[in-house]
């Protein structure tokens, strides 16, 4: 058998060259398995390079210095190599998925084609031995990926039923690596979206904003629909019918590459604030994206402020924060884009005067004013008391319409003036 030339060219790196050299020396069979396989075969670099052995986690720890039991109890030991993490797996085989979400049993195997034959799709499904160049393809990985397909290792609707996440991640990797669906395995989903519902929705989150970050991300959520799959974790959007193609086009569109900058143009016009904050628990995500979600979805529609002033578009930086005017303006120009090109340019100069006035960090909250608490007491001739609170928002109020007049004096002055007003 030759071996693909992206095999041969492969920069694998040194410590896990020397991991499977040291496995392979104590007599163990020792592969690269599974995304760097699919990767390198792409041509693509590798994120991470996983080993699969037929060692027994005890083994593989007696076999180094210095590893760590990451996931001992599914065989996964990750050795320390030269300062590189390298997780180390037994080849091992799962058995009874009682309810579709993990297997209820592991079992070490000695053989690395039982190790793949659990793997879910063809193109996951090889293994490499990076020092002899042997690629072992029992299911023709290699076949798909010419072909450009997602297929699972045998039988889609058992390999659907056994672990429910496996729909969702066909559709992932087909959005994430531009490749569609073998029909066999796009068939099977339906059949088998009462598994799926049982996933934990983290792990559905997981695979979803992987597939929302990725290159098609509109093709993914047109097939997430079209599969019956969105229905069950964002049935929002799957039943918004025309709209749908509309708001996957926007959160397609929208850079950079981010997730909450994704999801929000996803949400902006489906939801209100309130339904996008109870998405995001639904679907646990983070309390700080659910938070930074909610807040551009609240702001989203940008083109509202077209027309504003200055001192009214310094009221909306202060209500979304300087941290986030990036974020929220390229969530309104993806909006934009998938809805009404025509006014783009508009919403162009706009997102223009924004940043503009953003760069000169205005003051926009009572921290920032030239006065604090102790100087407008000592200015009214008041001790503590409620007025210290009117006064500080109506200098803010002053600071928001005019930021040149954020100086002591000028406040001072200003305060004096509200004082006299108020008191006649
Ligand atoms: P990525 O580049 O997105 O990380 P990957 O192929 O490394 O892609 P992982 O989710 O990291 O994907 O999984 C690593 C490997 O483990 C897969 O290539 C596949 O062989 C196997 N695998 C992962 N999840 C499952 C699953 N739910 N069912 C069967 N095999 C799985
Ligand atoms: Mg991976």
Redesign the pocket.
């Known amino acids: 058998m030759t071996t693909p030339a992206p095999l041969i060219d492969a920069d694998v790196p040194r410590p896990v060259l020397d991991v499977i050299a040291r496995l392979r020396e104590l007599g163990h069979a020792a592969f690269l398995?599974?995304?760097?396989v699919?990767?390198t075969l792409r041509g693509y670099h590798?994120?991470?390079f996983?080993v699969a052995t037929s060692a027994l986690p005890e083994e593989v720890q007696r076999a180094f210095r210095k590893v760590i039991p990451t996931g001992i109890q599914h065989g996964t030991v990750t050795v320390l190599m030269s300062g590189t993490h390298v997780e180390v797996t037994t080849f091992r085989s799962e058995s009874e998925y009682h309810d579709g979400r993990r297997p209820s049993a592991v079992t070490f195997e000695q053989d690395i084609v039982k190790d793949l034959s659990?793997?879910?799709?063809t193109i996951?499904?090889m293994a490499w031995n990076p020092l002899s160049h042997e690629l072992v393809d029992p299911f023709g990985g290699q076949e798909d990926l010419k072909a450009r397909l997602v297929r699972c290792v045998g039988s889609a609707v058992e390999?659907f039923s056994e672990?429910g996440?496996?729909p969702l991640?066909a559709v992932r990797?087909a959005a994430?690596l531009d490749f569609t669906l073998d029909p066999g395995t796009q068939a099977a989903i339906p059949a088998t979206l009462p598994v799926f519902r049982k996933v934990a929705h983290e792990r559905v989150r997981e695979e979803f904003v992987?597939l929302l970050l990725s290159k098609r991300a509109e093709f993914g959520l047109e097939l997430l629909t079209a599969t019956g799959l969105l229905d069950v974790f964002l049935p929002e959007l799957a039943r918004a019918d025309v709209e749908a193609a509309r708001l996957a086009r926007a959160a397609a569109a929208a850079e950079p590459v981010d997730a909450e900058i994704r999801l929000a143009a996803l949400l902006a016009d489906l939801v209100d604030p309130h339904r996008a904050e109870e998405i995001g628990v639904r679907l646990k995500f983070p309390t700080k994206t659910i938070e930074r979600v909610r807040l551009l979805v609240t702001h989203a529609r940008l083109e509202q402020h077209v027309g504003d002033s200055d001192p009214a578009l310094r009221r909306l930086l202060a209500k979304v924060g300087l941290g986030n005017v990036e974020a929220l303006t390229s969530v309104a120009r993806a909006r934009i884009q998938a809805r009404e090109p025509s006014r783009l340019p508009e919403m162009e100069v706009l997102i223009g005067r924004l940043h503009t006035l953003a760069a000169v960090k205005p003051p926009l909250t009572s921290k920032d004013l030239a006065l604090n608490g102790g100087a407008i007491m000592a200015t009214l001739g008041v001790g503590p008391s409620p007025i210290v609170g009117e006064a500080t928002r109506f200098l803010l109020e002053q600071v928001l319409d005019e930021p040149a007049r954020n100086e002591p004096e000028t406040l001072k002055e200003l305060l004096r003036g509200w004082q006299q007003a108020r008191g006649a």
């Open positions: 398995v599974g995304g760097c699919r990767d590798p994120k991470d996983d659990r793997r879910d799709f996951n499904a390999r672990d996440l496996r991640r990797f994430v992987k």
